[in-house]
């Protein structure tokens, strides 16, 4: 009669060692993107961004009350090739999400289909992509995939955002396409002619060029052609080095033009390259720019991001991805990647930025944008000066996900249950 009593102790005992277990049992995902060659200061800075989440999400306790978010870091080397090879790494690690997206659009595509893949061969051990920065909309449109999300406006979206702009800015008569050499530089310049043409059908459309991503030292001769066209405007979907040493070449020309950009603006060295060019104005589209009034929640988070990491916030949406990721895991009562995946469909959001919601039928974030150009402090419009230099951000318009928001190719194949 006594032995469940002499029992009992020993079961309650071995309860709490699996609480303890599951409670210290970590949660992995993979970063895979640039972090060595010449977009290796954008690599640096999404991993920042993306480490300072998941170490604030610890800090409150992890998700499903103790499992902690564990970090994993791969270079992507900007190349679809290496970076399934960090995948196939990632996964003999544990990893169970992918976040990507500073590797440019075909590479987070080749990610997506090598993660179809894997997932399709070894059902129970599924992988998500959380992808903040690749925003070709064939993601989401034709070739959208159950286990893909994507938490920036796609490339649609923005130029909406731009066309919108310029359609009240009369001054901008012709314009240049000038753009890298792969899926999404192709597609900015696509939607540029498409939306902006729409929005202004008296603008002259004067040229169109593609350069090799990365590889360009010198801008000059393509500014000569531009220059030669007669533009008074650049569509342009560079960024890195190819917008600063892009902006540089200007500079140097004497040539004074106006760029429209995606996300140029977030990424460091380009305020300081506007501000040497002393020629030039660049409009780009995000979520959030510094400086930007009636934004307290964002302020509040740049300020703790800059004290614990000593580095500039630029990118909300970034820090935001493994907040949504945990978000999911909370709302799906579990770490089962298909039922996570269930969870992000349709999530509703209250993110810094205000609220945001993950739609259901492609998998595209609908979150504001804010249409801003970098420009000279003046007290008023720009109060806030960048990179040590004495120009800014100047909003010059905002729209919410709902606004920008359009229609899909995406025919979603989700699983069965």
Known sequence: MKFPSLLAPVAAA?????????AQQTYKIAYIDPLSGPFANVGELMLTHTQYAIEDINARGGVLGG???QLLQFDSKLSAQESQSALQAAIDQGARAIVTGGSGSSVVSALVQAVNRWNQRNPGKELLVLNHSSIDPELTGKACSFWHFQTDANTAMKMKAIANTIKKTPEVKKIYLLNQDYAHGKQWASYGRQLVGLARPDIQFVGETLHPIGKVKDFAPYLANIKQSGADSVITGNWGQDMTLLLKAAGDAGYDLHYYNHSAGSVPGTVLAVSQARLGQLTWVAEWHPG???SPKVDA??????AKTGKDFLAPRIEMTPRLLAAAINKAGSTDTTQVARALEDLHFDSVVG???MRAEDHQLLLPQVVNTIAPVDGKAVKVGWEGTNY???TDAIYSGNELAQGTDCKMVRPQP
């Open 355 to 357: 609220p945001v919601r």
């Open 392 to 394: 800014g951000f100047r």
């Open 301 to 306: 988070l740049a300020k703790s991001y800059k």
């Open 14 to 22: 071995a309860l709490l060692a699996a609480g303890a277990t599951q």
């Open 67 to 69: 499992t902690k978010l």
């Open 292 to 294: 930007q009034a009636d």
